[in-house]
């Protein structure tokens, strides 16, 4: 079984920048893909950023050039970092992780998620 921990999300005024961490413990971690997603209030779920095992990344086009995904394996953390922030970039923020080392588009292939951490952008 894998628990993922996140943290650094808040508040943050437009134009800012905030850097999610995702901990993973009890699994394998270099061989799984990782993803981030977001849920606004009313909104379905949606991949933000992905990363294969072999480091690949995916950004979804809203968020290119702005947000940067990135994992430690060593550490087996994986990371997001957001930059130029804007007000529709606020929702809770989830990391999960797939049992194929190849990311995918869906939440449906992500077997482990965490429990979230708010992202709010002012404006």
């Known amino acids: 079984q894998v628990q993922l921990v996140e943290s650094g999300g808040g508040l943050v005024q437009t134009g800012g920048s905030l850097r999610l961490s995702c901990a993973a413990s009890?699994?394998?971690?270099?061989?799984?893909?990782m993803g981030w997603f977001r849920q606004a209030p009313g909104k379905q779920r949606e991949l933000v950023a992905a990363?294969?095992?072999?480091?690949?990344?995916y950004y979804r086009i809203p968020v290119r050039g702005r947000f940067t995904i990135s994992r430690d394996n060593g550490k087996n953390t994986v990371y997001l970092q957001m930059n130029t922030l804007k007000p529709e970039d606020t929702a809770v923020y989830y990391c999960?992780?797939?049992?194929?080392?190849?990311?995918?588009?869906?939440?449906?292939?992500?077997?482990?998620w965490g429990q979230g951490t708010q992202v709010t952008v002012s404006s």
């Open positions: 999960a992780a797939g049992g194929s080392g190849s990311y995918s588009l869906y939440s449906k292939d992500y077997y482990y």
């Open positions: 009890g699994g394998t971690f270099r061989t799984y893909a």
């Open positions: 990363i294969s095992s072999g480091g690949s990344p």
